[in-house]
């Protein structure tokens, strides 16, 4: 049974959409890291790296905004069976771009597969602009003149690695887009103003094991084969940042690879691939920790469960595959069921609420959504300084802290850090101002925070204390 939850559109939907193609390691995701001005895609010497089709909407000022789309290379014959479905994903590109980067390697000069590719992007009759990438310097300019025959008109020569002639890109790149105009504003395009006033995307970082579903939950959730889905662990490499809208709130989902040990990794890629799974959950506003409700919490779930507390994330845990899990049983049954068999497993995740999905039969993809939003709501209502100083000091009273080397901490004054409220889920950070900060022990902490929650639970939130030592009046005259 499919989610009956009202049904989601493309975040960027209104905006002109640029695919960026070529044959295996011409560079493809180098320029497409240039282009969005940051290094989402995995740039490796290994054909065949990129395998999803990665989407990243780009702003420059005074230009078009567009979204920019990588796909993998057309025409490689990779050794793990992912050939065919590399060229399904950049078909699909194709068919839906209204402009085409065509990338060649001018270094190699024309090869079949680019023979065969420009034959393809003849006959899909859209605007295509010829990169002939690899040209570092100008005395090389000339390489690029042998791809004129392709029909397109003149290649920009340009370097990914240097960044060279990338302003020649986005001029030729600006006029094309001019035809397909641009996001409501002056001219076509949104004044600095109003980019300001924009509220930003709540970024999904969705992390796991390898095959837990990861990928699978993706495409249930934008109704679409966006991310390649496979059996065999490892499918995603990279950290897919895809755009999305849900009831007039947007989105950014990523995928994210599946998270191994490092010593149970099999080549670099993979070691670069965790990198940027590491590095998408600190970036994120909000982790979904994807468990597979089949099997139940292993080691690997809780090493990455360990990460995402680490970076003292926002985190909702997502049990997968939840048809799986005794099916005869009611819905609320299984979730208690399963509560009690996990509660143990991710004792360091208490403040994580259990969100129980199938995104095979897409069922109950609603409810990740409403929990999401919860926690958005909780972040914003922070605890009031006069009721945050009565609970600490009620604990204390209550449950005083141990001595260490003959002292005792003493809470002189609590508030919490106004900075991160401008982040789309800001995460509770309290300042505690004691007499020696060393006398906070993580046991304590812990205490107190409990304290907190016993009355603002703030699901799916964690709490950040930073603890600073304040001399008394005599410690300064005595300085």
Do not use: W
Request: net charge positive; proline share 6%.
């Amino acid at each position: 049974m499919a989610d009956p939850d009202s049904s989601p559109t493309a975040a960027v939907a209104s905006l002109p959409r640029v695919a960026i193609v070529g044959r295996p390691n011409v560079g493809k995701s180098a320029i497409f890291n240039r282009l969005v001005g940051r290094p989402i895609a995995i740039v490796h010497d290994q054909p065949g790296v990129t395998r999803d089709r990665i989407a990243s909407e780009c702003r420059r000022p005074g230009l078009y905004a567009y979204e920019l789309t990588d796909t993998g290379g057309i025409g490689a014959t990779l050794d793990d069976g992912f050939a065919a479905q590399v060229r399904a994903e950049a078909d699909i590109a194709i068919e839906t771009a209204d402009v085409i980067l065509f990338a060649v390697d001018a270094r190699e000069g024309i090869t079949t597969i680019d023979l065969e590719l420009c034959q393809v992007l003849q006959k899909s009759g859209r605007k295509v602009i010829l990169i002939a990438n690899k040209i570092d310097t100008p005395r090389s300019d000339p390489h690029a003149a042998e791809f004129s025959t392709f029909g397109f008109g003149a290649p920009v020569p340009l370097s990914a690695a240097h960044g060279r002639n990338f302003d020649l890109l986005e001029r030729r790149l600006n006029q094309e887009l001019a035809a397909f105009g641009g996001p409501v504003g002056k001219e076509g395009r949104k004044s600095p103003e109003e980019l300001a006033d924009e509220k930003p995307p709540c970024r999904i970082a969705i992390v796991g094991r390898p095959n837990v579903g990861k990928s699978s939950l993706v495409n249930a959730i934008l109704k679409d084969e966006r991310t390649i889905v496979s059996d065999v662990a490892g499918t995603t490499r990279d950290a897919v940042d895809i755009p999305y809208s849900r009831n007039g709130r947007d989105y950014v989902l990523i995928d994210t690879a599946g998270l191994r040990r490092r010593q149970q990794m099999d080549t670099s890629v993979e070691v670069f691939s965790a990198m940027r799974t590491e590095r998408s959950i600190r970036r994120a506003d909000v982790c979904l920790l994807v468990i597979d409700a089949a099997t139940g919490v292993v080691s690997g779930d809780r090493r990455i469960a360990r990460t995402v507390l680490d970076a003292n994330k926002p985190c909702l845990i997502l049990l997968n595959k939840f048809d799986l899990y005794h099916p005869e049983a009611r819905y609320h049954d299984r979730i208690e069921q399963f509560r009690e068999e996990t509660g143990d497993d991710l004792f360091f995740l208490p403040y994580a609420p259990r969100v129980a999905v199938s995104a095979k039969d897409r069922q109950h993809l609603g409810k990740i959504f409403k929990s999401i939003d919860k926690v958005r709501r909780g972040a914003q209502s922070p605890v009031p300084t006069g009721v945050l100083n009565r609970l600490l000091r009620e604990a204390i009273e209550r449950n005083p802290p141990p001595m260490k080397g003959g002292k005792r901490l003493k809470l002189l004054y609590a508030t919490q850090k106004r900075e991160d409220r401008e982040r789309v889920v800001p995460v509770p950070e309290y300042l505690l101002f004691v007499n020696y900060a060393n006398l906070l022990t993580r046991t304590y902490e812990r205490f107190l925070e409990a304290q907190i929650r016993d009355q603002f639970p703030m699901e799916g939130l964690p709490f950040v204390f930073t603890v600073k030592s304040r001399r008394k009046p005599e410690d300064r005259k005595a300085k």
